[in-house]
């Protein structure tokens, strides 16, 4: 496991009689040039350190400069350290030159108690910052108080949850994603496809799409780079920047990835922050689109996440009437009402962001600076359980840490997260990492001698700490594949339906891949589905997964080949069901039986043997008869609906047609189905 980077520093019990340098003639007499030189960068420090809004990555370079000329300034070691604290990846460092100011001067700044405890809070010093911080309350009074009591307040808490948290820390290993995707610039924001053969993210690199540089930061401008997983290796390929028209001149990030890798939610920076949505084409990215006016506003919206039906977005936004600086919203894409705030269960008075959906369709990651951060920005986990969010769960020690942890996302597995940080073993500014979660630790195995030495002893008292929070319940299925033609083997840019068969509805609609074929589909437990394979010229092709509530997580891959209509063609009717030993249609088969009935409307001259079929278990004689009353239940229900009769066979062919083998479970399950064959067209 890679350790959280913890400064070394003194004590505060230090002595407090080390001289104050200042820049003057008097002390630097003999070195006038370099004394000038100093307080050059000085005054170019300042500059940048007083500006408003205050650049402090500008200021700091300038600061060390001068510093190297005279390392015992109280005033300048404080400006460094005060730099640090708000330079990225780089706060922890801020904490022996503000440790230096204080032993310099007790009173180099009003504040010097509250740096100094920011300073030790970022380096997980939990009780040195609190007694930091408490001493720092006296400058949170008088006319114009140095710091505000209020959030004085919070950091204490801050330091109570991470000190709490950091007991029970999370099982799990924290890797750096390696040099295929981290360069030595920032690369963060990551987002994946469910499968996690597909991963998206932002890097500030010198090769953007324009080559500017951002004013304000220094750094460039922000481009959206891919790569994929290379599925023989398992590891990821060399990383591509996605290019125009996805990435412009100016600032594009990637901030939300459908489960199939297919839509991409962009970042721009226009109107003061707005979210487009750009489709994948084959293998090109199309140009991102506007959203409209009731996700976007005048405000800030940051981030966004789909639902696993495509249908809903869930977004972040610092708009008028929240309940906080910025809030989690959530909205129907296709509908005319406006975002719902998701309330105050899930957002706080400070601020939300990253928001993250599970392809289990109601697990949400989101990261807040509310609930039980431990400082800035943590990652927590909430669950849409009978009609409402569970109490947000903080991740825990070490993928929280004191500082900003924020946009997180997580496998439809549940075994990987990924998210950016700051670390010892990065490759850049902030880097992607791998989080691989192991779950609860499983208990020794103890000997005869041991369990009865264990039976004897005192019970433990119980400790009010929460347990670590554990691996995703990842109750879903992953079924994905290429779309093709039956005999010319070319991919198809087919429609995926994907059905309730129970409530006869269909719930979500997809589309392989144009150029490829490929499809993904994410199927959270609880629904007995239908699957349909839909295109134009082509009969359809049904597939069925009954997943009962609490499945665990599974991964199907199925290529589909469709059939074009031809004399003689067969097509298995996976969504037709009957109970045991009857052939009485079940209601879950109806969405099927709908789709066979508008085949025959729209195609007046086809016609249909419809066939009936089982295992081998049994007597032959009661498979065939049961066969052909199934297939007959289907012709009545056909001639019904106004088919004419003529059209329709029913042919009953028991055991005598198996299409895999009687010796196993699923063998027998293929063998037992309803099919039509096409008799004329």
Same mark, same amino acid.
């Given at each position: 496991m ?15 009689h ?59 070691n ?22 230096k100011?204080?032993?310099l ?37 008088g006319?114009n ?42 690369d963060?924001?990551p ?93 090109e ?7 409209g006016?009731?996700?976007n ?13 495509? %249908? ?7 708009? =008028?009437? *929240? &309940? +906080? @600086?910025? #809030? !989690? /919203?959530? $909205?129907?894409?296709?509908?005319r ?39 800035g ?25 004191p ?11 549940? %075994? ?7 670390? =010892?073993? *990065? &490759? +850049? @500014?902030? #880097? !992607? /990492?791998? $989080? ?24 433990v ?7 670590p ?46 150029q ?13 589905? *239908? ?32 059939k074009?209509?031809?004399v ?17 249609l ?27 079929h089982t ?8 498979n ?45 399950q ?7 064959k096409?008799?004329?067209?």
């Amino acid at each position: 496991m890679r350790k959280y980077l913890l400064l070394v520093f003194l004590p505060l019990s230090y002595s407090l009689h080390a001289q104050n340098v200042e820049f003057s003639k008097d002390r630097f007499g003999s070195d006038k040039d370099d004394l000038k030189a100093a307080l050059r960068e000085i005054k170019e420090g300042d500059e940048w350190y007083m500006s408003d809004p205050a650049r402090y990555e500008q200021a700091l370079p300038h600061y060390l400069a001068a510093q190297k000329f005279n390392p015992d300034n109280a005033q300048l070691n404080l400006k460094i350290g005060d730099s640090y604290l708000h330079t990225g990846g780089a706060k922890p460092q801020a904490l022996p030159y503000l440790q230096k100011a204080y032993k310099l001067n007790p009173d180099v700044d009003p504040r010097i108690h509250y740096l100094l405890g920011r300073g030790l809070h970022l380096n997980a010093k939990w009780q040195e910052a609190i007694a930091e911080y408490k001493a720092a309350q006296s400058a949170t009074t008088g006319k114009n108080p140095a710091v505000s009591l209020n959030d004085v307040r919070k950091k204490i808490t801050e330091c109570e949850n991470g000190q709490k948290l950091a007991q029970r820390p999370s099982r799990v290993f924290i890797d750096n994603a390696g040099p295929s995707i981290n360069s030595p610039y920032a690369d963060y924001g990551p987002v994946i496809s469910a499968d996690e053969s597909v991963i998206l993210f932002t890097s500030r690199r010198d090769n953007s799409t324009g080559g500017q540089k951002d004013s304000e930061t220094g750094g460039f401008f922000e481009d959206i780079y891919q790569s994929t997983r290379n599925g023989a290796r398992d590891k990821w390929v060399a990383s591509r920047d996605l290019g125009q028209p996805v990435n412009t001149d100016g600032h594009d990030a990637t901030v939300g990835l459908s489960p199939d890798g297919q839509r991409m939610m962009v970042y721009v920076e226009d109107n003061g922050g707005d979210l487009l949505e750009a489709s994948l084409h084959g293998n090109e990215w199309r140009k991102p689109q506007k959203l409209g006016s009731r996700i976007n506003t005048k405000y800030h919206e940051s981030s966004a996440a789909y639902t696993p039906d495509g %249908r809903n977005l869930f977004f972040v936004s610092d708009k =008028e009437g *929240g &309940l +906080g @600086s910025r #809030d !989690i /919203y959530k $909205i129907e894409l296709e509908g005319r009402g406006q975002a719902q705030n998701l309330g105050s269960v899930i957002n706080t008075p400070y601020g939300e962001e990253g928001v993250f959906l599970h392809p289990d369709g109601k697990t949400m990651y989101f990261s807040s600076e509310g609930h039980n951060s431990m400082g800035g920005y943590d990652i927590f986990k909430s669950v849409f359980e009978n009609g409402k969010w569970s109490a947000p769960e903080n991740l825990g020690w070490p993928i929280n840490t004191p500082d900003d942890d924020v946009f997180f996302v997580i496998s439809a597995s549940g %075994r990987h997260g990924y998210y950016s940080s700051v670390r =010892e073993d *990065g &490759l +850049g @500014s902030k #880097d !992607i /990492y791998l $989080i691989t979660f192991l779950g609860p630790e499983k208990p020794p195995v103890l000997s005869q001698e041991d369990q009865l030495l264990a039976s004897r002893a005192q019970p433990v008292k119980e400790t009010s700490l929460a347990p670590p929070v554990p691996i995703a319940t990842a109750q879903v299925t992953i079924m994905k594949g290429i779309v093709t033609d039956e005999v010319s083997k070319q991919p198809l840019e087919a429609t995926i339906d994907v059905i309730d068969n129970t409530r006869n509805q269909t719930i979500a609609s997809f589309r392989a891949n144009a150029q490829s074929g490929r499809y993904l589909v994410s199927l959270p437990s609880g629904v007995n589905y *239908g699957i349909v394979v839909q295109q134009d010229g082509y009969l359809f092709h049904s597939e069925n997964f009954d997943l009962p509530a609490g499945a665990a997580y599974a991964e199907v891959v199925k290529d589909i080949a469709l059939k074009k209509l031809d004399v003689g063609v067969k097509v298995v009717l996976n969504n037709i069901f009957f109970d045991t030993g009857k052939a009485t249609l079940r209601k879950e088969s109806t969405n099927e039986l709908e789709r066979l009935q508008k085949l025959l409307t729209d195609m007046p001259a086809l016609r249909l043997e419809i066939s009936g079929h089982t295992d081998n278990v049994g007597k032959a004689e009661y498979n065939k008869d049961l066969s052909q009353r199934r297939a007959k239940a289907v012709v009545d229900y056909l001639v019904a609906k106004g088919v004419d009769k003529g059209r329709l066979t029913a042919a009953g062919y028991g055991d005598t047609q198996p299409v895999s083998t009687n010796q196993t479970k699923a063998g027998r399950q293929l063998n037992r189905r309803t099919e039509f064959k096409v008799t004329g067209k």
